[in-house]
């Protein structure tokens, strides 16, 4: 009786995890303060900034002075912005600065 209801018990963990990373799959990239980031790591909630290009035109919907925080809220859960995707700002040609988080590491 025991193992049945130890049983159950794992297979409702399982299902629930795998709901949830299932979840993150179909939307692993979103946009928050005009910034897109990818998450990097659903488990350890970590996130990095990726381009942002607007489809019409194809150009870089990043301009100006972008400050990139330290953590970012999706789907009621906090992400940590750990990295800078390769690329992310290629096509910004309005783009005048980036601020970025301690979080994210400088790379030499």
């Known amino acids: 009786m025991k193992i049945n209801k130890i049983k159950t018990l794992v297979l409702a ?3 629930c995890l ?5 979840a993150q799959a179909q939307s692993s990239s979103f946009v928050q303060g005009g910034i897109r980031y ?3 790591d659903s488990y350890r909630k970590t996130c990095g900034v990726t381009a942002n290009i607007d489809e019409t035109t194809g150009a870089s919907n990043y ?3 972008i400050e990139i925080p330290r953590t970012v809220l999706y789907l009621g859960k906090f992400y ?3 990295r800078i995707g390769k690329g992310a700002f290629s096509k910004s040609s309005k783009l005048v600065a980036v601020k970025c988080p301690s979080t994210v ?3 030499r």
């Open 105 to 107: 590491p400088l790379r």
């Open 38 to 40: 990818n998450i990097l």
């Open 63 to 65: 301009s100006g002075v």
């Open 18 to 22: 795998f709901g949830e990373m299932s």
């Open 13 to 15: 963990v399982a299902l």
């Open 80 to 82: 940590t912005v750990t």
